[in-house]
């Protein structure tokens, strides 16, 4: 709607005008003619349900969405269509639709839950002679500048500030399958016969479960 039409209707019937107080807007406007839209959602429940844009930046803005959703309406249009196409064909023809897989973050928590060795295991070899093997042992106190020499000295406890514990937490889970076994069986030119199979719980005798 052009500016004239909007400023003579604000000038003729006046204050009772639906656009009176947005006169200066309408005044100050950058483009003309001037888009109204009709608003289907009605909101605040006044009866207003026409919006004006008096400024491009919004115009432009509107005309993207619009175009936006005309595009998207078109897009659903033709996946309904497809989608209709494939059920109306056998099954044996129908193409299965896969969708592209997204990541949530569950392989973070995989490769953390995953124990790998750091560092190549450590070998020890602990000897004692031949005649100590199942002997009683016995302990004595001795002084520290006696322990301090080539062959034992004292290992005091100390805080190594290059050593960092972590410790890793899993949960592991188990799950009980009964046992199975691989059959088969080749067809021959008799007369075909059904087969069954029957079964019945084994139950212990008193004397059994006494035992």
Known sequence: VDKEVLLKDIQFRGSISDFHYMKKMIEAADYSPLLI???ENDLYGDGNNFELFHKRSALEVYERLAAEREQRRKWLEAEAAREAAQKA???SKRVMKF????SLGSEVEIEEANVAPTREPIAMTVQRPRREFNQEYKFADKDSHELWNSAQMECRPFKD???D???AETDTATQAAPPTCDAGV???GAP???GSTQCEPRVM???EQKA
């Not at 969708?99 to 997204?102: E, N």
């Open 37 to 39: 839209r009709y608003n």
């Open 89 to 91: 064909l056998p099954k």
């Open 99 to 102: 969708g592209i897989w997204k």
């Open 161 to 163: 500030p290059n050593f």
């Open 165 to 167: 514990l972590k410790r």
């Open 186 to 188: 080749q067809a021959t």
């Open 192 to 194: 075909p016969c059904p």
């Open 205 to 207: 005798a008193p004397e």
